[in-house]
Nanobody, 124 residues
């Protein structure tokens, strides 16, 4: 079992930056690939970014490339999502998730554990 707790979400203005954190507890953190997903009001959950167990490989949604950076600190059992140049369309609840499987980390089904989410609101 892995417990995930996100933090860092808040109301910001367009163009601002924000860093989300996800603290993990339970099993050995570096056993898991980690991902960030988001769900905007009235929309389905979508992939944002993912990072492999030791941070060697990262994946990004098209909407996140060039603006968001995912990273992890295995010594702190934490994964981060640095978000720059935020836009109103980035408004969503952001979730982190943990996967102990190999394969396509852009799919939510690859992840067994999910956090409760943190709200990010970007005003125009």
């Amino acid at each position: 079992q892995v417990q995930l707790v996100e933090s860092g979400g808040r109301l910001v203005q367009a163009g601002d930056s924000l860093r989300l954190s996800c603290a993990a507890s339970g099993r050995t953190f570096n056993n898991y690939n980690m991902g960030w997903f988001r769900r905007a009001p009235g929309k389905e959950r979508e992939f944002v970014a993912a990072v492999t167990r030791f941070g060697s490989t990262t994946y990004y949604a098209t909407s996140a490339k060039g603006r968001f950076t995912i990273s992890r600190d295995n010594a702190k059992n934490t994964v981060y999502l640095q978000m720059n140049s935020l836009k109103p369309e980035d408004t969503a609840v952001y979730y982190c998730a943990a996967s102990n499987k190999e394969g396509d980390l852009k799919w939510g089904l690859a992840y067994a554990y999910w956090g409760q989410g943190t709200q990010v609101t970007v005003s125009s």
